[in-house]
């Protein structure tokens, strides 16, 4: 019986938790993101609209993280993409690809509802998969040559593990 009412009292007071804070992004030009001139580039567009990169010619350090608004271990890895962006902006530069979208307003709005303010590419036709592969979220560390350091599959764990990837791949130390 004790044990029932501590469970009671557990659900009571969880129930009655504030939900967690809602952080407010923004879907960001494509202009800064660098690149070189490439034969048979993958040309993406910008999610908000506009001419985006090919994104196998983009320049380093960079890291690439591929997501779509209808995955849920993409969304559970955003805040620690976005606190890592935070320390990070000036040393690393960060894109994001949205890929396998029912349409633009669904990544733009997944952009808006967690707080991304990276600049991201949108795949609207799946031709990034000759680039990526398949499955999301994967995160990719394009070094200063433009070359693949890594590729991490899967959901980032947290923020050290971001960071160390970084240190480790890149040579950047946050």
Request: glycine content about 10%; charged content about 15%; proline content about 5%.
């Amino acid at each position: 019986m004790k044990k029932l009412a501590i469970a009671a009292v557990v659900l009571l007071l969880a129930g009655c938790s504030s939900p967690a804070a809602k952080v407010a992004g923004h879907v960001v030009s494509c202009s800064t993101i660098e690149s070189a001139p490439i034969s048979n580039p993958i040309e993406l567009n910008c999610l908000d609209g506009t001419t985006g990169a090919a994104i196998n010619s983009l320049k380093g350090p960079l890291i690439i993280n591929v997501w779509g608004s209808w995955c849920g271990p993409c969304k559970q890895e955003i805040p620690i993409v976005r606190s890592f962006y935070k320390k990070a902006q000036g040393k690393v530069a960060l894109v994001g690809v949205d890929v396998e979208e029912a349409s633009i307003k669904a990544g733009q709005s997944f952009v808006e509802n967690n707080g991304i303010t990276w600049p991201n590419l949108y795949d609207s036709n799946g031709s990034s998969r000759a680039y990526f592969g398949m499955g999301v979220p994967v995160t990719w560390f394009i070094s200063a040559d433009g070359k693949v350091a890594y590729k991490h599959i899967g959901v980032l764990k947290n923020e050290i593990e971001l960071i160390t990837l970084t240190s480790q791949y890149l040579g950047v130390k946050l």
